[in-house]
């Protein structure tokens, strides 16, 4: 089996004195997709911030291309090669698509061919028909759009997703869907944090589902949505 990408052990974190993260131990290998499950509230956005650094662990260790980087800053694990893309989008919106991403523009650091801005707007037309506008003048789905597409701009070897589907139109939804699987063509790990069953299903290899901080599942994509119990206790509203 495949040394795993990215490895993370027994993570804590906490929030001031309110410990939330638990000891979360997940993986994830060159190329795969694994989908961090739970409802809101559950954890999951705190377990990529734990890890990208952005969240100072209170336990636990963090690897990432075989480096301990456990209590980075989290500049240097992006220069490591991995990417993160929040929830909250976080893009400038004094710039124009294409400014954008090429603030982002970083060259590859094993060789591989490097992403493109015509490479991304092939992956997201919207995209391409807006590359002169402002990203101010964007909706939340072309923003989300421009934060992935600038992320990849930076040739990550694997990238942190948060909600990538959350409140977006199924048109939308459906170019995300298909940006991940063209990541994973291409080589990138991606783990992703989602509520959306159907979404995961179409894009992931495994799953972890986290409830209160703590890993209460991990298995293949087939196993969860074939485990009834499971999705009631930890993914059902």
Known sequence: M??????VAGLRAAYGRAEVLFGATLSLRRGEVVALMGRNGAG??????????????????????????????????ARLGLGYVPEERRIFTDLTVYEN???GRKAPTDGRRPWTAETL??????????????ASAMSGGEQQMLTIARTLMGNPHAVLLDEPSEGLAPVIVE???????????????????????????????????????????????????????????YLTV
């Open 2 to 7: 495949a040394v795993p990408l990215l490895e």
């Open 44 to 77: 999951k956005s705190t377990t990529l911030r734990a890890i990208m650094g952005l969240l100072a662990p209170t336990g636990g260790t963090v690897a990432f291309e075989g480096r301990a980087v456990t209590g980075w800053e989290p500049y240097r694990i």
């Open 101 to 103: 991403l090429e603030v």
């Open 121 to 134: 707007f092939s992956i997201f037309p919207n995209l391409a028909e807006m590359r002169g506008r402002r």
């Open 175 to 233: 170019q995300m869907a298909e940006a991940v699987l063209r990541m994973k063509r291409e080589g990138i790990a991606v783990l992703l944090c989602e509520q959306n069953l159907y979404f995961a299903s179409a894009v992931s290899d495994r799953a972890y589902v986290i409830e209160k901080g703590a890993i209460r599942f991990e298995g293949t994509m087939a196993q969860l949505e074939a485990d009834e119990g499971v999705r009631e206790a």
